[in-house]
């Protein structure tokens, strides 16, 4: 069992940048992908950013390159990634959710996108960017 709690969220005007936090605990002895997602008002949930258990490898979505960077790091057996989040616009508002892909195989580029490889989720932190 992993429980993901993301954290950082806020009202920020356009242009301006944020971070987002996301502890993963529980099973942190694993070594495991994780992703951040988002959703949006009347929209399905969009894949954002990934990055490998290492930290070796991310991934990003076309609408955010550039603009957000993801990272990770461990201390005291607690697996945290960040999104750090520049340059942000009104399309960037959305709930963010954070999610660990424990049980299948290393995420790749490929597969980072597929919410279905995704084991764990956390609830949700919103972002709004005000124009």
């Known amino acids: 069992q992993v429980q993901v709690v993301e954290s950082g969220g806020g009202l920020v005007q356009a242009g301006d940048s944020l971070r987002l936090s996301c502890a993963a605990s529980?099973?942190?002895?694993?070594?495991?992908?994780m992703g951040w997602f988002r959703q949006a008002p009347g929209r399905e949930r969009e894949f954002v950013s990934a990055i490998t258990w290492s930290g070796d490898a991310t991934f990003y979505a076309d609408s955010v390159k550039g603009r957000f960077t993801i990272s990770r790091d461990y201390a005291e057996n607690r697996n945290t990634v960040y999104l750090q989040m520049n340059s942000l616009t009104p399309e960037d508002t959305a709930v963010y959710y954070c999610?660990?892909?424990?049980?299948?195989?290393?995420?790749?580029?490929?597969?980072?996108?597929?919410?279905?490889?995704?084991?764990?989720w956390g609830q949700g932190t919103q972002v709004t960017v005000s124009s």
């Open positions: 999610a660990a892909a424990v049980y299948g195989p290393p995420i790749t580029r490929e597969s980072s996108s597929n919410s279905n490889i995704y084991d764990y």
């Open positions: 529980g099973r942190t002895g694993g070594r495991f992908g």
